[in-house]
């Protein structure tokens, strides 16, 4: 089945910075890349997906790169900021048969430091 | 638009007893998803519901099941409980059965088993 790495577990950045979070998958079949911030004790929120057919899509300060030779995707956020502080996961959606879930990384927790 | 809804919100059960946890999904949305997600593992796939049958399941032992209403809501059972059942149960609903489209999450029901 789908395997989903996450790279780093935890990251720490100075308030402004830019933060990557980045992400390998095992099924090339896979299409679909969804993220997903969470805050302490709450749900999980869709940040921003990209299917197989696109290489890379941004909505404002957050960007999502696909590299389907690879088989890798990376999240890049540009000036980060405290309330971007958050755990953030990383998933991939195979196709056909037992595949077809998302498959989540085990999780980046991410700190900006005013 | 109200988003998925999930109740109870902690549910307090001790070894071998059942626990049951249910989940609304966005209107308009067929199908419904369950994740755990235990301390430290990130989110497991368990089941996947569409029209009212069961569509795929997450390596979890058959004591795990669940079953989707007419109004495609849906029921997580988790029979004679074990301790490392303890984890916020997480449920999810999208639109169309094969199509790429976001899942949103609930909040969740955190089940402690004492």
């Known amino acids: 089945g789908e395997n989903v790495e996450q790279h780093p577990s935890t990251l720490s950045v100075q308030e402004g910075d830019s933060a990557v979070i980045k992400c390998t998958y095992s099924?090339?079949?896979?299409?679909?890349f969804p993220w997903y911030k969470q805050e302490l004790g709450k749900r999980p929120q869709l940040i921003i997906d990209?299917?197989?057919?696109?290489g890379e899509k941004k909505d404002q300060r957050i960007a999502v790169t696909l590299n389907k030779t690879a088989k890798h995707f990376s999240l890049h956020i540009t000036e980060t900021q405290p309330e971007d502080s958050a755990v953030y996961f990383c998933?991939?959606?195979?196709?056909?048969?037992?595949?077809?879930?998302?498959?989540f990384g085990k999780g980046t927790l991410l700190t900006v430091n005013p | 638009e109200a988003g998925v809804t999930q109740s109870p919100t902690h549910l307090i059960k001790t070894r071998g007893q059942q626990a049951t946890l249910r989940c609304s999904p966005i209107?308009?949305?067929?199908?419904v998803y369950w994740y755990q997600q235990a301390l430290g593992l990130g989110l497991q796939f368990l089941l996947w519901?569409?029209?009212?049958?069961?569509?795929n399941r997450g390596n979890f032992p058959p004591r795990f099941s669940g079953r989707q209403f007419p109004n495609y809501s849906s029921e997580l059972n988790v029979n004679a409980l074990e301790l490392e059942d303890s984890a916020l149960y997480l449920c999810?609903?999208?639109?169309?059965?094969?199509?790429?489209?976001?899942?949103?999450f609930g909040d969740g029901t955190r089940l402690s088993i004492l």
């Open positions: 990209i299917r197989s057919n696109v």
């Open positions: 099924d090339s079949a896979s299409n679909y």
């Open positions: 999810a609903s999208s639109t169309g059965q094969y199509s790429n489209q976001p899942q949103h």
């Open positions: 519901y569409d029209e009212g049958e069961e569509r």
């Open positions: 998933a991939a959606k195979g196709s056909g048969g037992s595949n077809y879930k998302l498959t």
């Open positions: 209107s308009g949305h067929t199908s």
